[in-house]
């Protein structure tokens, strides 16, 4: 049974010019131990699909989905209440800002303490003991005196590693990385990426990975998600998804890559993201699209089988998977 | 930390100076001569005038005046009342646990409502708690003291008869001061009732001086936790599962404080200037009332004595605010 199944999840907000769709009918299964990678450009709802699975969104958020079960569990039909035992427990997740992400006011240790204290009811001295243990899983040295340090003495590289320490500390059965080396200096990034692998080869937990770099795409992931302007594009294992890229978007985010392009960061495509106000009646990727012709430019694409990488596109590219 | 406290005492010394040459400066400022003023209608004679002149020592020159006033007051001395013929020291103890007592209760009533409304119209941006509490807020802030004192006066001691008028205690009750506390002293007093005697004074007088501080408190916090609301480390806090309760009354609220306890500490200031009204409305035997007499009777040390005092005294609640605002926020005080 998968760990997580979502289905035709939907986020609106409701902004000051009308009702915006950030996230468009999209599917999301986990397996166990799964490491499943989303890719796509800045406001393709990477973000937002994630946040409303953790509960995370403001009020002018609006959430649909025909499913959102972690675990067997309904999340949809939970108290608010029962769903923060879950979240923070076995569902976990960090963010791109590790240097904001933390609470200025309280220490390293407090913070790390606090949900061991809320999900697993641990004694002072057992936390201690834990978050000594957890920072020196995440290779921060000198724990002790480190755990009573305050976040404006750490550099991002620590805060990030602080982030990690406090999503594991309750051993999550989902960690969900949302860009985390984005804010990173280059070096630091390789460091973070091989501890978060790390540690899901030795915890055994899912892993969520949001990122722009189809190179830690290749090297971590074992599932692939393409996110285009809120909607899921494509989603394939790794090897075949890098092999025979079914989507024209997913082939152009790999055009340039690996060995062509001088960096690793996503490949620049001609034209901008749709927002609110440019969404085409049509294919949403269209108005970029090599392969568009006036079907595409009118008709909504309709997801294809599975052996087409369930693409949301009228003429998939690639011979039979 | 120890650096940056003497170096803020450092401070206090001009300020001090110049508080002492504006508080002996003010009162002379004033039309009124202190001698015919005290002399009232008996009047008095040329030579009675000339002796007092010279007692008081009027006859010197303004700078020599000041000159023995500042040399007075740095040996401690502030010099006695023309009137009472106390010295200033004594009459400033005697009232000033009245005036502590009545702003005490002011700011802990503004605190108290004034931090959790804020609160909790922050959480609840936009909806009918919060627009209720920011039009009331706006109300309370323009509210002239005088007309709501006069106000609450007509509803609750006259129309329902529940609070007193004026002073600190019922006339059935007498006993020697301890502590000057009221609240404390009535207990200590072993009289029963008298403790009730002394809430029921105090309750009109505390709602009049705080409530311009809680309006003030209640906007402060509001906008403060607005901030921090948007602020990626709540997002962490609600993503570890937190309750609304820890993550707003915890996580969120020690941030927003930091702006918070500043405004606090400014409306000390504010208060001190609001017991002087207050304390006249309602009869009440601190030093506001003790000042506003003393300038109506020129009596020139008490009013110049008190004025340094009360200026004194905010400037040490504004070190004491500085302090604790290094305390809640860990980057201050490191950097100290
Ligand atoms: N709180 C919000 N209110 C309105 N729009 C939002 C909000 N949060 C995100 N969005 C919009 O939703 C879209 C998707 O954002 P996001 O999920 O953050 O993209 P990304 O794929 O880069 O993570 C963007 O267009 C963004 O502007
Ligand atoms: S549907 Fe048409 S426009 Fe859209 S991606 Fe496919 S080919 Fe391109
Ligand atoms: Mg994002």
Redesign the interface.
């Known amino acids: 049974m998968a760990l997580l199944s979502i289905r035709n999840l939907s986020v609106e907000f409701a902004t000051a010019s009308g009702s915006f769709r950030a996230v468009d009918a999209i599917d999301v299964t986990v397996d166990p131990g799964d490491i499943l990678a989303i890719v796509g450009e800045s406001g393709s709802g990477k973000s937002v699909s994630m946040l409303a699975l953790?509960g995370?969104l403001p009020w002018t958020a609006t959430v649909t989905a025909d499913e959102m079960r972690f675990d067997g569990k309904d999340l949809r039909a939970m108290t608010p209440?029962t769903r923060?035992?879950?979240?923070?427990?076995d569902i976990?997740?960090i963010?791109q800002?590790p240097m904001?992400?933390?609470?200025?006011?309280?220490t390293v240790g407090f913070q790390i303490k606090?949900?061991l204290k809320?999900?697993l009811g641990l004694d002072a001295r057992a936390r201690h003991a834990r978050a000594l243990e957890l920072m020196e899983m995440v290779g921060i040295p000198d724990p002790v005196r480190r755990l009573s340090a305050?976040p404006?003495?750490m550099s991002g590289g620590m805060s990030q590693r602080v982030?990690i320490a406090?999503a594991i500390a309750c051993r999550p059965r989902l960690l969900i990385a949302d860009e985390p080396t984005t804010a990173l200096d280059v070096t630091i990034q390789a460091q973070i990426l091989d501890l978060l692998t790390a540690l899901q080869a030795e915890t055994g937990m899912a892993l969520i990975l949001i990122t722009h770099d189809m190179g830690v795409v290749a090297e971590t992931a074992r599932r692939v998600s393409v996110q285009y302007a809120g909607q899921k594009v494509e989603e394939q294992p790794v090897g075949p998804l890098f092999a025979t890229p079914h989507h024209p978007y997913t082939s152009a985010l790999l055009a340039a890559l690996p060995e062509r392009a001088t960096t690793r960061l996503l490949p620049t495509i001609p034209g901008v993201v749709p927002g609110q106000f440019d969404r085409p009646p049509g294919c949403l990727f269209a108005p970029r699209c090599a392969f568009a012709d006036a079907t595409c430019q009118n008709t909504p694409p309709p997801v294809q089988p599975p052996a087409k990488g369930l693409v949301r596109c009228h003429y998939p590219l690639g011979g039979p998977a | 930390m120890i650096r940056y406290l003497l170096a803020r005492l450092l401070t206090f010394v001009p300020t001090f100076l110049g508080v002492t040459l504006i508080s002996f400066a003010f009162i002379r400022v004033l039309p009124g001569d202190p001698i015919i003023v005290m002399a009232g209608e008996r009047g008095l004679t040329e030579e009675r005038y000339a002796e007092l002149v010279t007692q008081f020592g009027f006859d010197k020159p303004l700078p020599v005046q000041f000159w023995t006033y500042l040399t007075g007051v740095l040996q401690g001395d502030l010099g006695v009342s023309y009137v009472t013929k106390r010295p200033v020291w004594d009459e400033f103890f005697a009232l000033f646990p009245a005036t502590l007592e009545l702003s005490l209760c002011a700011i802990v009533f503004a605190i108290a409502i004034g931090l959790p409304a804020g609160v909790i119209a922050a959480v609840n941006r936009g909806k009918l708690f919060d627009r209720a509490l920011m039009s009331t807020a706006l109300v309370g802030y323009s509210m002239p003291i005088f007309w709501w004192a006069l106000l609450l006066i007509i509803v609750f001691s006259g129309n329902l008869g529940w609070t007193p008028v004026s002073g600190r205690m019922g006339l059935l009750y007498f006993f020697e001061p301890v502590t000057g506390f009221m609240l404390i002293d009535s207990v200590l007093s072993g009289q029963s009732g008298a403790f009730g005697s002394a809430v029921r004074h105090l309750i009109l007088p505390t709602i009049v001086l705080g409530t311009i501080p809680l309006a003030v408190i209640a906007r402060q916090t509001r906008s403060a936790m607005l901030e921090v609301l948007s602020?990626?480390?709540i997002?962490?806090?609600?993503?570890?599962?937190?309750?609304p309760l820890r993550v707003n009354g915890l996580?969120a609220l020690?941030?927003a404080m930091i702006p918070v306890v500043t405004v606090i500490g400014l409306s000390v200031g504010t208060l001190l200037a609001g017991a002087i009204l207050t304390e006249t409305i309602f009869s009440w035997p601190g030093i506001g009332k003790w000042m506003v007499d003393s300038i109506f009777r020129r009596d020139y040390p008490v009013v110049q004595g008190g004025l340094l005092l009360i200026a004194s005294m905010v400037m040490v609640v504004n070190l004491t605010v500085d302090i604790l605002y290094g305390f809640?926020?860990?980057?201050i005080r490191?950097r100290k």
Do not use: V
């Not at chain 1, 992400?101 to 309280?106: I, Q, R, V």
């Not at chain 2, 997002?235 to 309750?243: D, F, I, M, Y």
């Not at chain 2, 809640?328 to 980057?331: A, Q």
């Open positions: 953790m995370l209440r923060r035992r879950i979240i923070g427990k976990a997740m963010f800002e904001s992400s933390l609470n200025p006011c309280f606090e949900g809320k999900h305050y404006h003495q982030m406090m | 602020e990626d480390y997002r962490t806090a609600r993503a570890k599962g937190l309750s996580h020690r941030n809640i926020n860990p980057k490191a």
